[in-house]
């Protein structure tokens, strides 16, 4: 109990150890019911779709700054190869070696630890480095499609990027949703938008990286109160960085991963879809973004669609 | 003008160079209009959702035979580490080195070339080391979603599993149609089920590689004439293997993605979707497949979910 | 105090910990003094060359059996780049991915634990995902280069190659010995041939691996005896596998790494040094064989250099 | 004939492609014979070893400038496994993806080429993307062991270390053999020291990179004529960056590795070697820097060894 007292009175309000039997190994996700699936089709109108992932590729998201986090190294196996004899068919394969955290990605239930433990009490030892995370690897997240709500808390500030300093708190949440005029509800995987992502599209990684807006200590109470299924945003961090409570750092991925079970996003790029929704007045679609099925993965990389 | 003259002949047929433009890099995929996705998004009656990817893992379905073209290494570059001090919040990353086209994959346009070309008459040697392909990247595949078909022509025949020897032909997939009861329209993603990966899931990676069942050199055209967006099935090789025609290898590649700028997806796993399918007696579907976005990939994991 | 109770009487009678300190890290290679090394020098007559590693590419000596273990996987990551502007000088560059124990190799001391414990009784738990071996690690092997006697038990056999089953045990390091004519001493770099990585070389990998001759249980004590301070093979494992003690597997590896602090070296190609020896008629020379330094290793590959 | 004139003169000079025959991989190695290890045996006195590769790590020498040059990234692929069962032997893995020429290196012969050539008048097409280098693979250097030679410009400059834009030349090269006692010969491998990696050392990356001191345009021309083996020095570029002639960029590269046929290495750490010479009074000693084997490398890590 090394952490301090706010963190774990938090930690009670949101936990969901237990909520989905002892045996679950995919948290929040359990929300997404093939209702709200109906339900998250019958958002679509145009059928516009609207990617969210950045580019996997060496100029990436990383500076180095987390080690082992390394940008996609892609390299060529085979270039224009004739296998069969000379003027035959040829083939062109690739390889890759990245940080499944890299680029855009789901953090899966087993990425994060406190006190021994992760999500629904399994023990942090089960994450080894002979294969991986036993328990809540990514693969068990089998298929992530469901409502997906834009809260476009830049535009409601009426900001292209929040300040570096700024927490996302609740309040935050609330004006965005009325922004977005769509009530979040059970299933839903929210999208919080900062701007943050455009420093790095401009070109600055470093700027992108820290300090950085992101959410605050007191959102995972408001994510639990609506049984969102999963968050995602704009940030390489996905919380205020450095954090809000002295020495307390990331509590809120604790909160999500640990005490709720409830997947978070990063880096993804909302930019394209702050515009869409805008244009067409409607912050709600169907998301479709499910991880790679990397046995024993604390994280993947993820390519979404938001489809309009 | 080196292959064989039945080669260039099919070619001739199937054809889409310049179609959608001089600068066009994602061929068939032009088919899929937001109107598509409407259509495809109506389909869906009950939520359910079966994801179609084979877990990527150290046991996976290479074998070593395609030099490269390696199996996820997957490894742990932090294991519940205290980054903040002792009994803080603690992180698990991973990393991992795969081929692009090791698992459940997607072939991208710039995978094949033949005649020094790659779709769209654009020369091969735009593939490089150095930033891999430069036309044609995987990444220009931003969004893949339509109405997914499943052809389920296993089912059809009436078998488990198509003899490895068995060339899929126009006529089994008109069975599959008819049996499927759906007709194949523009846009569509055409699912084709053989019933091969049974081997690989049964553990035999050797055998489920080759010979194998797969598409007949005649299929190209087929798809051809009602304007599928893409194809992909449960096979390593895609087409039959060896091939039909004595020394022509890979001529369904050379079609599919060179001629007619479609593109193939590999190792699906289309066993839990077959069942899924008989049980509601519905092969039309929404499908969610969008690869990785690899800058300059020839090709890219996905993780395909069919909502039904 | 798990493991048989003859394990534990060997360990014993081997163990080197706080021989060099408590903080030494490199074991019994603190017998190389400078003395020794000029020693070796003194045994170059004709300055004749013998490299002793396996080539480093995919098709090595791997199979899968050990997890993560991977071959080498080399790519170009630029070929013929003319960076500067066309027609200017040409760049080509690489990259690899590997198991560091996946080709000719050294085990470093961290390399194997028992009872929480590696050599010179630092934790186990010193290793981790986050940095590697903390202690012991490869690096700390600044230089190997001593005097290399070759034991060449298969000549002293009179076979090519020693049966699958054969355990190589002190008699036949002592005819071996007499063989070479040279007397093991203290600060010796020891190469047992076996001939086994003929399987190997003739291209049949799974006949290479296991089962296997290797070293006996009963030989740490000779290499203790003698004082050497490093001992490498022509095997995948070292040591006989199946062991010799049903259900101690790796025994070897316990007492030598874990309890003498002795590295070893594996996968070493020592046919062509045989027939060299043979045709001198020497069988001590000088060797060099210093590992890559990753910081952290618990392995490395090496590229021994045997001088005449 | 793109090339500046002065280019093509110096190349005319220096030029070795046929001397040891049309077949002929390693060009310049073919200096060190039998006799010239027996004369750099003779250099050993004290058998002080001083290693001069800088550790593996994430933390390496590179930037992100060089695109696929990546640092190390090492990662534990098992940590203390008891493969046999609980309290069994316990066994730990490591892996590595790296640039080969992101440490402490050689660049083989077929790392450069220019008007479409690479060494003894291969094809610079002989390198693919399927196998590297088909001709000049660093795994054909199958030992480098020969004498080294310091050439210790900096000390004989006065200096700790050169000025960023110091171009050594022949006649620093005079000086250094001077102050070194020495006289360089053929089959020498010779190591210039500028002091430039200090800012490594001290955790300047960027400083260190470039601008650098390095060799000169003129230097081939005195290392053709002593018939040196190799060169190596102690900074990224080896040859003076940013070039002395404008817009020829990589000369040195060009005039010893295609033209010569002479390895060079990069970021080899000479301090220590510096402060061991300068103790002993003697510049020359025996030096082991064998290559990994990497099968069609353009270059590969080298763990050299100085033996006093």
């Given at each position: 109990m090394s952490l301090p007292a706010e963190f774990y009175d938090a930690a009670k309000r949101v936990n969901n150890w237990?909520?989905?039997?002892?045996?679950?190994?995919i948290g929040t996700l359990n929300l997404i019911t093939d209702t709200v699936v109906r339900d998250a089709v019958s958002?679509?109108?145009?059928g516009r779709r609207v990617p969210l992932a950045v580019p996997l590729q060496q100029?990436?998201?990383?500076?180095?700054?987390?080690?082992?986090?390394?940008n996609p190294l892609h390299t060529m196996v085979?270039?224009?190869?004739e296998m069969f004899g000379p003027d035959t068919i040829a083939i062109s394969d690739d390889a890759v070696t990245m940080g499944?955290?890299?680029?855009?990605h789901w953090d899966g239930l087993a990425h994060i630890s406190h006190g021994g433990k992760i999500y629904n009490?399994?023990?942090?030892?089960?994450?080894?480095?002979?294969?991986?995370?036993?328990?809540?690897?990514?693969?068990?997240?089998r298929h992530v499609v469901s409502r997906g709500v834009l809260l476009d808390v830049a535009r409601a500030h009426g900001v292209e990027r929040l300040a570096t300093g700024y927490a996302v708190g609740p309040e935050d949440l609330d004006a965005a949703e009325e922004l977005a005029g769509v009530t979040v509800r059970s299933g839903d995987i929210v999208l919080v938008r900062t701007g943050q992502i455009q420093a790095y599209l401009a070109g600055d990684r470093q700027a992108y990286g820290h300090p950085s807006p992101g959410l605050s200590f007191r959102t995972p109470e408001w994510f639990r109160a609506r049984d969102v299924a999963a968050v995602a945003n704009?940030?390489?961090?996905?919380?205020?960085?450095?954090?809000?409570?002295?020495?307390?750092?990331l509590p809120v991925h604790a909160l999500d991963?640990?005490?709720?079970?409830m997947p978070q996003g990063q880096n993804w790029n909302l930019e394209e879809l702050s515009q869409a929704c805008a244009e067409e007045g409607r912050y709600a679609f169907l998301l479709s973004a499910t991880p790679e099925?990397?046995?024993?993965?604390?994280g993947s990389p993820v390519a979404p669609v938001a489809i309009l």
């Open positions: 237990g909520r989905w039997g002892e045996a679950d190994e958002t679509v109108r145009t100029e990436g998201i990383q500076t180095g700054m987390i080690p082992g986090r390394v085979a270039i224009n190869v499944l955290q890299a680029g855009t009490g399994r023990p942090a030892s089960s994450v080894t480095a002979h294969g991986g995370a036993a328990c809540h690897g990514i693969e068990k997240m704009d940030t390489l961090t996905f919380e205020i960085i450095p954090p809000e409570i002295d020495g307390l750092w991963l640990v005490e709720m079970g099925p990397f046995t024993g993965g604390a």
